[in-house]
């Protein structure tokens, strides 16, 4: 019955006469305790409306950020991809000759040597008979002796001859890794490619291996700004670390906001035409260090 009767009067008197009614109807301590309440309600309400503009503003920046990396990780992809196509086809080219018989041993030592010093990505070139014999090695000078293939030797059972019967057995071009977790020979972590020979007949007669190292690909085959902007990494397939750096992954402030799901600014993409098994990832530096803990 009382709220039917506050009901009815706030329908006749109006809200404002009600508010008026209510007020002194309260005890002066009463009063004094709202009064108090105000300014307290107002402050809450202020820093809502800041933390709120806050979260709004970063959620934006952070989206620009991450389409500005994807965008630059993109194209680091393509220069690096343009720049192994390159080599791929100058290594084709190579190969292309020894099966027609248009080059000898001295004249491919001679070609390597030219290749090797122009592109200081190579790390060394080779010519393999289908025997696995090496028949002629091209490698720069600072290589380590447990990675120099000596002409005469055979390839030992490793990686490197899995990746040379792959090659054979498709008689196309093939991309493979040699990580130094696996291969106790291997001082570095280094990309090789096998480009099959034929003879007259069409049959397999051998491969070039040319080797690739990653920091060489990922020093020369990146732009300068876009490693002078991120941490730039290249990585297998299962997030092993080749070369470069990353940001150690930290708990991150803006992580438990909304709309924050890359706290990190980070972007990868596979590199072709390796595919899968090489990774080009980019972190952004300030973010880790500025918003992580």
């Known amino acids: 019955m009382e709220l039917n009767k506050a009901a009815s009067v706030v329908t006749q008197v109006g809200p404002w006469a009600w508010w008026r009614s209510w007020w002194h109807r309260q005890s002066p301590n009463r009063q004094d305790r709202y009064a108090n309440l105000a300014p307290v309600v107002a402050v809450v309400l202020f820093l809502a409306a800041i933390a709120s503009a806050f979260w709004y503003l970063r959620v934006e920046e952070i989206e620009r950020e991450q389409e500005a990396i994807k965008r630059d990780v993109e194209y680091a992809q393509q220069r690096l991809r343009l720049r192994l196509l390159e080599r791929q086809e100058q290594v084709m080219r190579l190969a292309r000759d020894v099966s027609n018989k248009e080059i000898r041993t001295d004249q491919f030592l001679s070609r390597a040597e030219a290749l090797v010093q122009q592109y200081p990505e190579f790390l060394s070139l080779t010519w393999i008979d289908d025997r696995r014999r090496i028949i002629a090695n091209q490698s720069v000078s600072s290589i380590s002796p447990s990675q120099h293939m000596r002409a005469g030797t055979v390839l030992k059972v490793g990686e490197t001859e899995s990746h040379f019967s792959l090659a054979r057995d498709l008689m196309q ?73 990353t940001i150690p992954g930290r708990i991150a402030l803006w992580r438990l906001l909304p709309g924050s799901d890359k706290p990190n600014n980070d972007y990868e993409v596979p590199v072709s035409p390796v595919g899968n098994d090489l990774i080009l990832r980019a972190q952004a530096w300030w973010v880790a260090a500025c918003f992580g803990w």
Do not use: C
Request: no cysteine.
């Open 173 to 245: 071009p093939i991309y493979g890794q040699i990580n130094t977790d696996v291969d106790k020979d291997a001082q570095l972590a280094v990309l090789q490619l096998h480009t099959p020979l034929s003879n007259d007949q069409g049959r397999f007669s051998g491969v070039i291996l040319a080797e690739y190292t990653m920091e060489g690909l990922l020093r020369y085959g990146i732009p300068t700004e876009v490693l002078a902007k991120y941490a730039v990494a290249l990585q297998d397939g299962k997030g092993q670390l080749l070369a470069g750096q």
